[in-house]
């Protein structure tokens, strides 16, 4: 098993800046990537950033350019940079964990930015 606790999210003005952090606890050491994903009210959960442990990452193309994804090995965290924040970045920000074919969930943070 795996847990996953995210945490840094809240409510900023567009433009300004928001680091999301995710601390993984448990069997780790079978996570061979780890992401973010968010979800607005009444829309699909959508994938927004993904880090393996070799350090290769990928991005949505709508954060492309202002977030950056990056890893602690040694704590064990992923962290969000979200710079240039938009309103259309409103959304529970979910950190995922992929172990083979299971995929972990934190419980989401919640991040609001105002126009």
């Known amino acids: 098993q795996v847990q996953l606790v995210e945490s840094g999210g809240g409510t900023v003005q567009a433009g300004r800046s928001l680091r999301l952090s995710c601390a993984a606890s448990g069997v780790i050491f079978s996570i061979n990537t780890m992401g973010w994903y968010r979800q607005a009210p009444g829309k699909n959960r959508q994938f927004v950033a993904s880090i393996n442990w070799g350090g290769s990452t990928n991005y949505a193309d709508y954060v492309k350019g202002r977030f950056t994804i990056s890893r602690d090995n040694a704590e064990n965290k992923v962290y969000l940079q979200m710079d240039s924040l938009i309103p259309e970045d409103t959304a529970v920000y979910y950190c995922?964990?992929?172990?083979?074919?299971?995929?972990?969930w934190g419980q989401g943070t919640q991040v609001t930015v105002s126009s």
């Open positions: 995922n964990a992929v172990s083979g074919i299971i995929v972990y």
